[in-house]
């Protein structure tokens, strides 16, 4: 599997290959294909993996209505009277578009196209600012709705409204640290942030209008969640719910072209076709293991090692931290997952807390080397920066993340407590 990747075969279709050979030498061709069958059939009809086209679909059309471009100005309006003051925006605007894309690539992409110019302008240091923008991005699989909390629900069969609803404090604290880090930066290098506008050039009438910019953002996620939390509909559901109100938001304000709705069509079929070759690959992988009888060793090993909570916590930081050099976020569920899972709740981990635990330290893994998944999404869109510059951008970054999963670690009501009156 590592060699194909390594030649530059999609994860997809390297975990395909390498689950269905292994398939054929620890069985016979016809039980492989039979697997084959069965995985694609489970998988492809399973109906609350509706819910992944539908948030993609609904970040696309957001893009479509320049809902997104809208959302950074307000924050730069209210925040560039500080130092960083367009940087530390950015990551506030980040942390909006991800609570309405529910996807990290995207929501790198996104803000990543709109936001690089602007910093370029005012001259900041592209490292802090492409780095920045790299971990930034990573809030969009924190803060809820998120497809990759849907899918670990989905394998686990935890509350997807638990998780969602778990996500929210957790996503606030790390858009926090970022903020703080960026600040600090610029306190100590002011060189690295460039130019900045003055506190008095943005009238207190600018900045209350420039509120509106950030209304339609603050009213969906608000639709999707709190329809959510009163029980109103399901996961999948509020997904089709959040897609209505982006058309009908689209359509009051003239933004969405029938070309417009079509352009987002074609790249939500093309996103969602190949989060389901990485989902079908990577089960096909997973049951070559454990077929092999890998998986069970793997279980004996832990329980011989008898590592207790900090131990457990330690390991599989490591571990994410290791395979996020090889594969992306949903290669890396699919794989460890089923593995650690059972584990944790032996070790009496609230399965909630666990999700939301394993999400950031996969946040992780997205800007690190040498995959980093953002890192190489954002050096999409600011080409002429190195991507050895974006990693360096991104260290203070994953400091700050280690640091929370620290106190994560120490505190897990930080994100649970939002559970109290639903448990």
């Known amino acids: 599997m590592l060699a194909l990747m390594a030649l530059g075969v999609p994860i997809a279709i390297a975990m395909m290959a390498a689950g269905l050979a292994g398939l054929i030498v620890v069985g016979t061709l016809g039980s492989a294909l039979t697997q084959l069958t069965l995985v694609v059939w489970s998988e492809g009809s399973n109906f609350i993996l509706l819910a992944l086209p539908f948030y993609i679909l609904m970040g696309n059309l957001i893009l479509q209505t320049g809902i997104a471009r809208r959302l950074f100005h307000g924050a730069s309006v209210w925040l560039n009277w500080l130092p960083g003051g367009l940087a530390i925006a950015s990551v506030f605007a980040c942390a909006g578009f991800g609570a309405v894309s529910g996807s990290s690539t995207a929501t790198a992409r996104t803000m990543g196209s709109i936001i690089v110019p602007e910093l370029r302008r005012y001259r900041y240091n592209m490292s802090l600012g492409t780095g920045v923008l790299s971990a930034s991005g990573t809030l969009g699989i924190l803060i809820p709705p998120s497809i990759i909390m849907i899918f670990y629900g989905l394998m686990t069969e935890t ?98 072209s029938f070309k417009a709705i079509r352009l987002a069509l074609v790249d939500s079929i093309l996103t969602t076709v190949m989060l389901f070759m990485i989902i079908i690959g990577g089960y096909l992988f997973t049951r070559f293991l454990a077929q092999t009888g890998m998986t069970a060793g793997i279980h004996a090993a832990f329980a011989a090692a008898d590592l207790g909570y900090v131990g457990f916590i330690v390991v599989v930081t490591v571990l994410y931290l290791i395979l996020g050099c090889v594969l992306d976020l949903f290669g890396m569920m699919i794989l460890t997952v089923p593995i650690l899972f059972p584990m944790a709740l032996q070790l009496g981990i609230d399965p909630v807390w666990f999700g939301i635990y394993i999400i950031i330290v996969a946040e992780i893994a997205l800007v690190t080397p040498p995959l980093g998944v953002n890192v190489f999404v954002i050096n999409s869109v600011a080409r002429d920066v190195p991507l050895g510059k974006i990693f360096l951008g991104c260290v203070p970054f994953v400091i700050g993340l280690l640091l929370f999963v620290v106190v994560l670690a120490t505190w897990p009501q930080v994100a649970l407590f939002p559970l109290a009156g639903l448990r």
């Open 159 to 256: 509350s997807i409204g638990a998780l969602f609803i778990a996500g929210i404090v957790p996503g606030i604290i790390v858009s926090v640290i970022f903020a703080t880090i960026i600040l600090i930066i610029a306190l100590i290098r002011p060189e690295a942030v460039g130019t900045r506008r003055q506190r008095g050039e943005i009238s207190w009438r600018h900045r209350v209008a420039a509120l509106g910019d950030v209304v339609p953002v603050v009213s969906i996620f608000a639709l999707i969640l709190g329809s959510l939390y009163f029980g109103i509909v399901t996961p999948t559901e509020s997904a089709a719910v959040g897609v209505l109100a982006v058309l009908v938001y689209g359509a009051a304000i003239g933004k969405l």
